[in-house]
């Protein structure tokens, strides 16, 4: 029994931790999720990296309707154990992406911290953290994401960027995109 407080001592003290560091698990809601996908506007092949990911609901959506390649970056043991658990059943699910059961994008999830993960290869980023987070990344996506490539942030805007579109709907959280 004292092998279970442990493990779920473990699990709080880690979600805890991300709280603290800027992402604490509050997920995109559902609604939403569609707005993202249009904004980020993956295309089959292309690489996706959601910094945040939570339970991996959202990456798994973009996987499935983009056929892009997507990374799941969440810095929560217990979030990650989620969204590994989810991306296992993606890949033993079929998709049925325009009638296609072959049509898939790959799927992986990573225990790390946003700031430790390499974005050179990104063609597009969604992140949904605290704003205070996204202003210590902005020098981050500077450096390393390529020319074109393109971020979308859920909730806050990226300080000292200017979104090349602003998705307001009223009832609905804000989304920004940019392009690098």
Request: proline share 6%; net charge positive.
């Amino acid at each position: 029994m004292l092998w279970l407080y442990a493990v779920v001592f473990i699990l709080l003290a880690s979600a805890a931790y991300a709280a603290v560091h800027g992402a604490p698990w509050v997920p995109t809601r559902r609604r939403d999720v569609a707005r993202v996908l249009r904004l980020l506007d993956a295309k089959p092949g292309q690489t996706v990296y959601e910094l945040g990911c939570g339970d991996g609901r959202v990456s798994v959506a973009i996987a499935r309707q983009t056929c892009a390649k997507v990374v799941g970056v969440e810095l929560s043991l217990a979030q990650w154990l989620a969204a590994s658990i989810r991306g296992v059943v993606y890949r033993a699910t079929p998709s049925y992406k325009e009638g296609d059961s072959a049509a898939r994008g790959s799927l992986r999830f990573c225990l790390a911290d946003a700031f430790s993960v390499d974005l050179s290869g990104a063609d597009a980023v969604y992140l949904f953290l605290m704003p205070e987070t996204y202003a210590k990344l902005r020098p981050k996506f500077e450096r390393e994401l390529k020319p074109g490539a393109v971020v979308v942030s859920y909730v806050w805007p990226i300080p000292g960027w200017t979104p090349a579109e602003r998705d307001h709907r009223e009832g609905t959280e804000d989304l920004y995109r940019y392009v690098r």
